[in-house]
């Protein structure tokens, strides 16, 4: 249709369309919003059956049993090891080194011969000293013998009693210089006897530090060093506030055992015991230096090496003792998760129990409370836990320590009574356990 200039559009159509589009959008635009509401709504409730449903199932963990059993309670410190006793072997005459009695690396007794300087000059020296006393011996005896002749002549009356004096004051320094002459002889023979180089202790040789065929000068050169290796020594400090109780210990003359253990602290090489203390503390580290002695049989210490000492103040006879990965930390203190069997539903739980911290030794804690012997604690898989929460023991075999509960005489008390623990552990699970499941435990 077309409209003339003067004719005005019919307002009736297009005044009820509008309304309707804006009203249909709007319908729309609801419809919308309510679908996503209504998915977000069903995607939460399917997460939270799926996180309800997780937190029913079991959770899996490792368990291993508490263990009373003697143990040691000890202070830690940081040790080298030392030469009981350390000699830097050098000539005591200069000359040439004329040849090696020794293998570097060799152990060599106390005055063996080690080395052997040239001889013949302090040879010579000896024999000429020899030569000037048989001269003097000659003169004396002529002197002897004028004095013989002049004393005759003057009980005769032929000379005075000056020259009679003077035949006497010559036959005393003959006598003086043959005195002389022995000094000579016996200095002479103990430059040749310091040819030879003797070992002045028993111990372990090192490598050699000089050729033969080089000049030496006495006293100077260094020609090897000997370490004496059985027994050997270990340095180490104890901060201030430790001191008092070894110190005390030690004036009371009671026996303290040193255990010394390997760089990791995991292995222990030998034991021996604490020697003495240092009569000063350092002002500048707040520590005592203190020294233990080793019999170092197998020869497992070496010097300059690092160890880690454990200095036993006193045994428990009956320590509660679980592995260090058991026990956690919270608001509450510490705390360990133990298992408890429902015999209704046959299903484990956890539950967390408090417990009292005596001593962490490493790899184990001592306990003064809170679980009982032959209770199953968890070592691992405590992260997904809660409050009675249902759990699978978990039956895979674990890595097991290399050491036996009978006693291995190179490990200590509380390795063997880590793997005692783990060998009950691993009986139980052969016949079955709980549950259907053995309890099986990993070195922690």
Known sequence: MILHENEVPNPGKSGWVRPVVYVVLLCLIVVGVWRVYQNRKLAAQLAAQQADALLSRPVPVQVTQVVEKPMPIYLEALGTVMPYYSVTVKARVSGQLDHVNFKEGQTVKENQTIL????????????????TLAHDEALLADAQAEYRRYKALY????????QLDLELATQGQYEGAIESDKAAIETAQLQLNWCTVQSPITGKIGLRLVDPGNII???????????????IAVYFTLPENQLPQVLDMLRDH???VAEAYDRGDTTRLTSGELLTADNQIDTTTGTDRLKAVFTNADEQLFPNQFVN???IMQQRPAA?????????????GAYVWTIRHDAATNTDHARLTPVKVALAEGQV???????????SVVIDGADRLKQDAVVELNATRAAQPSFSAEGNPNLSPVAQGLE?????????????????????????
């Open 116 to 131: 052997v300087v040239d001889p013949l000059p302090y040879k010579a020296a000896l024999d000429q000293a020899k030569g």
């Open 155 to 162: 009980e005769a009356g032929v000379v005075s009693k000056e």
């Open 217 to 231: 000068t006495a006293n100077t050169t260094n020609l090897v060093i000997i370490n004496q290796m059985q027994p």
């Open 254 to 256: 009671r026996q303290l």
């Open 309 to 311: 000492i454990h200095l």
């Open 320 to 332: 509660l003792v679980v592995p260090s990965s058991a026990v956690q930390s919270g608001n509450q």
């Open 365 to 375: 804690t001592i306990l003064d409370g809170g679980v009982t012997p032959g209770e």
């Open 420 to 444: 005692h623990s783990a060998q009950t552990t691993r009986a139980q699970g052969a016949h079955g356990g709980r549950g259907g499941a053995g309890n099986k435990r990993t070195h922690p």
